[in-house]
Every structure is written in C-alpha cells, then in structure tokens.
C-alpha cells in the first residue's frame, strides 16, 4: 500500500515538473516569436520584402530578431550552462548557414565580432534595463537600441582594425550599422515588451501554464 502511495506520488510530482518544463519550453517559443516579429515589423516598415532576402545584408532583421530574441528567452527561462552551450551552438549554425563551403578564419571572427555584440547587447539590457522596474515597457525599447547601435558598431570597427590595413571603417558603413542596430534594437524591444505586458493573456490564448 504504501509502495502505490509511493509510486502514485511520485508520478505526480514528475507529471507536474513535466507541465512545469513543457510550459518554459512554450513560453520561450512564444517569447523569441514576439521579440523576432518586432524586428521583422521595424524591418518591413524601412526596408520591405529585402529583409527575406538571403544575399542581402536587411536579412539582419530577421536573424538578428530571430538570434537576439531567442537570447533574451535563454536568458529569461535557461541555466547559465544551457545559456553558453546554446550560445556556441547558435554561433556554428549561423556560420554553417552564411558561409556554407567557405568557412574560414576571417569569417569565424567576423560572426563572432557580429553575435557577439548582439548577445552582449541582449546581456547588458536584460540585467540592467529589463529587471529595473522603474523603466516603463516600451521605453525600455530605447534603450535596447541605444545599446545595440552602439555596440554593432563597436563590432565592425574592431572588425577593421583586425582585418583591414586601411584602419577604420568608412563613416558611410558605421552609420549603416548603427543605423540598423538602432532599429533592430527598437523592434526587438518593442516585440519582446508586448509579449512580457501581455503574457498571462497570450498564456491563456493559448492554455499554456505559466512556468
């Protein structure tokens, strides 16, 4: 008797857990759509349909949404050690995808250089911006694309002076970069505050518990 008392208990407590990991695992869907779907709207808003398309550098709106977002629900739902693991991963496939055949050492750092000012960015806005109560959703945005802008270009001057002989960037690409990591920022902000404001709505939407 006591063993069915046992057995039964304890197929409760791992129904439960099971619930409790399905509900992270949703949320995180749900959390790296809307932040992804930020970018993508900013991203159409500027540049319409180019920012699908593969050989053109606007397909940043929806890697950078798709790769920042889905940081930021690491971040929200995961371990540190699920965090650098993911991180790794994430920095293989996007290698994998934009260089196919030619992986080489300049294009290892040049998407380290690039996700690595986008992980950093999502980093210093979750710890300092997204847990300070105080700054108001939306506002928070700014924020996101101050630091996004700033470091995005911080990436591609340390990526010249690393690789080119010529020294700094021209002002011309500085700008385009900043130019476009303001805006990702923005729509990644916007994205991910309206899923976090609205949460235990979409949750209910779609009967999901929340973890």
Do not use: C, W
């Amino acid at each position: 008797m006591k063993f069915l008392f046992f057995h039964s208990h304890q197929t409760i407590n791992e129904t439960k857990r099971d619930i409790m990991y399905s509900g992270k695992t949703y949320q995180m869907i749900l959390l790296t759509f809307f932040g992804m779907l930020g970018s993508l709207i900013i991203g159409f808003i500027f540049f319409k349909t180019s920012i699908f398309a593969y050989s053109n550098p606007d397909i940043q709106f929806l890697t950078a949404g798709l790769i920042g977002a889905l940081f930021f629900s690491l971040l929200e739902y995961k371990s540190a050690r699920t965090q650098i693991y993911s991180t790794i991963l994430i920095l293989i496939l996007h290698l994998i995808i934009f260089s196919g055949k030619h992986i080489s050492g300049i294009r290892i750092v040049r998407d380290t250089f690039y996700l690595g000012s986008l992980f950093l960015t999502i980093k210093i806005y979750y710890m300092f911006i997204k847990k300070n109560p105080q700054i108001k959703y939306y506002l928070r945005s700014f924020a996101l694309a101050l630091f996004y802008g700033i470091l995005n270009s911080i990436s591609i001057i340390g990526l010249f002076l690393v690789y080119s002989n010529a020294g700094l960037p021209p002002l011309k690409i500085v700008y385009l970069i900043a130019r476009n990591g303001i805006l990702i920022g923005l729509g990644l902000g916007i994205g991910i505050d309206f899923y976090l404001q609205n949460k235990k709505h979409i949750l209910g939407i779609f009967k999901i518990r929340p973890a």
